[in-house]
């Protein structure tokens, strides 16, 4: 069984930065992609960015390219997403998430993230 834990979440105003934490257990993550996902209020779960484990190769949705950066320490077996010039419409819950191949099949429980304007 895999586990993902969230963290890093909260209130932050426009044009702030955060930075959200996966810390994965369970498995071995050497060929494991790890993404970020997130979901606003009304909408559906959306893409926001991924990472192949062993590679480091990455992905952004276009909304957030150059403004989020994914990476990973394999080391501590943990994704992170470093968010940066923050916008309203960033608010969302963020779920971290990992795939062997095509389908995301773990999933974090999520952690809120809120941008004030």
């Known amino acids: 069984q895999v586990q993902l834990v969230e963290s890093g979440g909260g209130l932050v105003q426009t044009g702030g930065s955060l930075r959200l934490s996966c810390a994965a257990s369970g498995r071995t993550f050497s060929s494991y992609t790890m993404g970020w996902f997130r979901q606003a209020p009304g909408k559906e779960r959306e893409f926001v960015a991924s990472?192949?484990?062993?590679?480091?190769?990455?992905y952004y949705a276009d909304s957030v390219k150059g403004r989020f950066t994914i990476s990973r320490d394999n080391a501590k077996n943990t994704v992170y997403l470093k968010m940066n010039s923050l916008k309203p419409e960033d608010t969302a819950i963020y779920y971290c998430?990992?795939?062997?191949?095509?389908?995301?099949?773990?999933w974090g429980q999520g952690t809120q993230v809120t941008v004030s304007s």
């Open positions: 998430a990992a795939k062997v191949g095509r389908v995301y099949d773990y």
């Open positions: 990472i192949r484990w062993s590679g480091g190769s990455t």
